[in-house]
């Protein structure tokens, strides 16, 4: 890599599929050059600090973390510049905010305001507009533009008119190069990134039946986090049969509302919900209804700061546990294999989940929540960081397992391309309300 030259002028994409390199490419390019990095990673050691610096137990109420301004203001002082980021990246209403009460995609346009207030001559940006809804991309676009760019991304779409070059990175090394066209229609490219068929078979093992009735009710629930109103007497029911699409801005909700239904919301025992026909707050444990749930999001992903290997991660999935902390039957071994070959980490399998990149990650947690067939599969951004081989494949395995009524999904995404013809009905945030529509 320490050959590879930035032309100056001419912004970089970087291409590749998850673990091929790219996150250490651009790591080493900004370090080289001086730039400012964005990325996964540092959005992760960030959470890291406020969590360990929480003050909670000295004050006389809960420490949300440092605010927006506050984050902000320690990589530049410039009000000026400050307030018109802030602006340009829809932060000025959350500005107090502490960090712990920002959604993924708030903490996503939180990050990119700290690179871009600063200005510098050279931004490395890691899959900039993962997490961000469609509201924002273009508003970024704006602020990139005319910039000098290394830009990460998994989706060719989102270098359209912003990178001059493309690379291609495979174990760490640039591959193929040229601009984003001939990128596109170069076959080794294509074969590279599985943009064809795949031929999925899922691996065998037990599903878990639901109770009878509806798998999920709300009734006039409210939410308050951090003094602002997230939900206000919300209903919504999930009956048998029933996959959703979850779509809005960030910061209208959505994660707050998948949090409730899997248990990892305080207030969904002072509000009326039930999920697998129990009611929330009336004595059940939280694991009594976590059986029935697959989960894979934002937060669940920050949570695993462990050291546990990638067989270890999938295995997990039968406990509903971050790692894993009792005996495994040889039985639940072979088929988190199973799941591990069906999205290409074998070659992992001993590997520390945290050595590996934040794509192979997600991954991983993308087969913990389907090895236990749940009958209930939560998807908060799943796609979130995967390149279009793995991305096609979590997609795929998504569709089949919930259209042969294996599971039944609530899936929450911003991206378009990332549709699933097995979703029937979708609730979506516009103006100041939620509204149903039935697709299917």
């Not at 093992?205 to 939900?231: C, D, F, N, Q, Y």
């Not at 997990?316 to 902390?325: P, Q």
């Not at 749940?374 to 979590?394: M, Y």
Request: aromatic residues 6%.
């Amino acid at each position: 890599m320490s050959e590879f030259e930035i032309r100056p002028g001419r912004s970089l994409g970087i291409v590749g599929r998850n673990g091929s390199g790219k996150t250490t490419l651009a790591a080493s390019l900004a370090e080289k050059y001086g730039g400012v990095l964005v990325s996964f990673e540092l959005e992760n050691e960030l959470l890291e600090r406020e969590i360990r610096e929480d003050d909670s137990e000295f004050l006389d109420r809960i420490d949300f973390g440092r605010s927006v301004r506050e984050l902000i203001e320690e990589v530049c002082s410039d009000g000026r510049k400050l307030e018109e980021i802030a602006e340009a990246l829809g932060l000025v209403k959350i500005i107090e905010q502490g960090f712990l009460t920002l959604s993924t995609g708030e903490r996503r346009r939180l990050m990119l305001a700290r690179a871009l207030v600063q200005n510098p001559k050279l931004l490395v940006l890691d899959e900039p507009f993962d997490g961000l809804d469609q509201a924002f991309r273009q508003p970024l676009r704006d602020l990139l533009d005319g910039r000098d760019l290394i830009l990460v991304a998994n989706r060719l779409s989102d270098l359209e008119g912003l990178t001059g070059d493309v690379c291609c990175v495979e174990d760490g090394r640039v591959i193929l190069g040229g601009s984003l066209e001939e990128l596109a229609r170069n076959e080794a490219f294509q074969q590279l990134m599985g943009l064809g068929e795949s031929g999925l078979a899922l691996p065998n093992g037990e599903s878990i039946a639901p109770p009878p009735g509806a798998l999920v009710s709300m009734e006039k629930v409210t939410v308050v986090h951090g003094g602002r109103e997230i939900i206000s007497e919300f209903d919504w029911t999930v009956e048998s049969g029933q996959n959703w699409k979850i779509s809005g801005p960030n910061g209208c909700g959505k994660s707050t509302l998948v949090n409730l239904v899997t248990g990892d919301h305080p207030q969904c025992y002072s509000n009326d919900v039930t999920v697998m026909g129990m009611r929330r707050g009336l004595g059940e444990s939280i694991w009594d209804i976590k059986r029935y749930v697959g989960i894979v999001s934002p937060s669940l992903h920050q949570q695993h700061r462990v050291s546990f290997n990638a067989l270890q991660i999938v295995a997990s999935g039968f406990f509903d546990s971050v790692g894993i902390y009792q005996d495994v039957a040889p039985g639940h071994w072979k088929v988190a294999r199973m799941w591990l070959e069906l999205v290409g980490m074998t070659a992992w399998a001993d590997r520390p989940f945290r050595s590996l990149s934040y794509g192979q990650q997600r991954l991983l947690l993308v087969a913990r929540a389907l090895v236990k067939r749940p009958p209930l599969l939560v998807l908060d951004e799943p796609c979130q960081g995967l390149d279009p081989i793995n991305r096609a494949l979590v997609l795929e395995v998504i569709d089949r397992i919930a259209s042969t009524k294996l599971t039944q999904i609530l899936y929450i995404t911003h991206e378009p391309e990332d549709r699933l013809d097995c979703v029937t009905h979708e609730l979506r945030y516009e103006g100041e309300g939620w509204l149903v529509e039935r697709l299917a």
